[in-house]
């Protein structure tokens, strides 16, 4: 391993606000803590949550437009700090209590804080990291050791850094859903990250995903899993899912919301089950309550995952049964760019960061 420098290039997330709010400098390199692993950054995956903390679009329960972060009035988040969940990379140096073997081991990070022991899989407490302490878009971060799982899998770095929050929130989401073998799900904005995973693990369970996307993405939806496409801005929704759908809607996963909601619980079938991770839509819907209980349906609110559907995420990994679905990379000093890019939705799958200083060996060959 080369020697850890003192100082290393990250961008720092100073102040809720636009793109000038992410500051791409040169700050002290850490140190793992007792029980902490430092990891060399060879990739970060991009998240809508990364754009919705730094604009404090989550709003209160009394005020939806108010500035506010990702742990409504409990929040761990401090200026400036380093973004960035889906870190890939390379233990460099161990702390405390931890085995020295751990050095050179290709890591991916479960960025989950979970606040609770192991063996508690209640999600009430729970914390990331890029949001409650810095995360990977630096050269180096320090994490927890338990959160570094090591990874034999040949997948590119770059193609490794699209799976964690994505893939987990959408394990979770069919998790809390119960999603069977042989039920048919819905799935709203499935060309994102979170969409097009939830697209392959649905089929892993055996059941049978349904996409809803824009014009142009109908091709590469299929080629990863869906069954059948439903443009997003067809004048019925609900008709246009009836003609391609093969059966009752047993489950929509719905990562869009907005004007679309009511029609979302219609398509579902008597007993159905909604669940949720995301609004970029729209978060503020309208509920006709008479719809949710004259059918019975079941709705879920849903946020990252736990310890056991992650770990269940890299076995899935290893064994080949997922794919990942990385649209390009960008250079950590390209910051901005790749923002402005990952807002305007329109790629399928994820993008990722690269540090500068591993462009060539990982992520020239993913920039376009």
Same mark, same amino acid.
């Given at each position: ?9 990250? +961008? ?32 970060? /995956? ?20 108010? +500035? ?28 405390? /209590? ?10 991916? +990070? ?16 729970? $914390? ?6 810095? /995360? ?5 971060? %320090? ?8 990874? %034999? ?9 699209? *799976? ?9 989401? !069919? ?19 979170? /969409?097009?995973?939830? &697209?392959?693990?649905?089929? &892993? ?6 996409? @809803? ?22 004048? $019925? ?6 003609? @391609?759908?093969?059966?009752? &809607? ?34 503020? @819907?309208? !509920? ?21 559907? *992650?770990?269940?995420? @890299? ?9 990942? !679905? ?5 250079? !950590? ?8 890019? *990952? ?21 020239? $060959?993913?920039?376009?």
């Amino acid at each position: 391993m080369e020697p850890v420098p003192a100082q290393m290039k990250a +961008v720092q997330l100073v102040g809720h606000g636009g793109l000038e709010q992410l500051v791409y400098r040169e700050i002290p390199t850490p140190a793992p803590a007792r029980g902490e692993v430092l990891i060399d950054v060879h990739a970060c /995956g991009m998240n809508n949550t990364d754009v919705w903390v730094r604009e404090g679009a989550y709003g209160t329960e009394t005020d939806a437009a108010e +500035v506010s972060t990702w742990r409504r009035g409990r929040s761990t988040l401090e200026f400036p700090r380093i973004q960035g969940t889906d870190t890939v990379g390379v233990i460099a140096a161990v702390g405390d /209590g931890v085995p020295a073997e751990r050095v050179g081991e290709r890591v991916m +990070v479960d960025f989950s804080i979970y606040n609770r022991p192991e063996g508690d899989e209640s999600l009430a407490d729970i $914390d990331y990291i890029g949001h409650g302490r810095d /995360g990977g878009y630096a050269e180096y971060a %320090t994490v927890p050791a338990e959160n570094a799982y090591e990874i %034999t899998s040949d997948i590119s770095d770059a193609e490794l850094a699209t *799976f964690c929050c994505a893939y987990l929130t959408a394990e979770q989401m !069919l998790d809390r859903a119960r999603l069977a073998s042989g039920e048919n799900i819905l799935v709203t904005g499935a060309s994102g990250g979170v /969409g097009s995973a939830i &697209v392959q693990l649905a089929r &892993v369970r055996g059941a049978i995903p349904y996409a @809803v996307t824009s014009a142009g993405k109908e091709d590469a939806l299929r080629e990863i899993g869906a069954e059948g496409v439903i443009l997003r801005d067809t004048d $019925d929704l609900v008709a246009a899912t009836e003609r @391609v759908v093969d059966g009752p &809607v047993d489950v929509v996963a719905d990562l869009v919301a907005g004007p679309m909601f009511n029609d979302l619980l219609r398509i579902l079938r008597p007993e159905g089950r909604y669940t949720t991770a995301g609004a970029i839509g729209g978060p503020v @819907v309208d !509920l006709d309550l008479r719809t949710m209980y004259l059918k019975q349906l079941e709705l879920h609110g849903s946020s990252q995952g736990t310890r056991t559907a *992650f770990r269940r995420l @890299v076995r899935y990994i290893e064994s080949g049964e997922i794919k990942p !679905l990385l649209d390009r990379a960008f250079r !950590l000093s390209e910051f901005h760019e790749a923002q402005r890019t *990952f807002m305007a939705k329109t790629y399928v799958g994820k993008l990722v960061v690269v540090p500068d200083r591993h462009w060539e060996t990982v992520g020239a $060959d993913h920039a376009s």
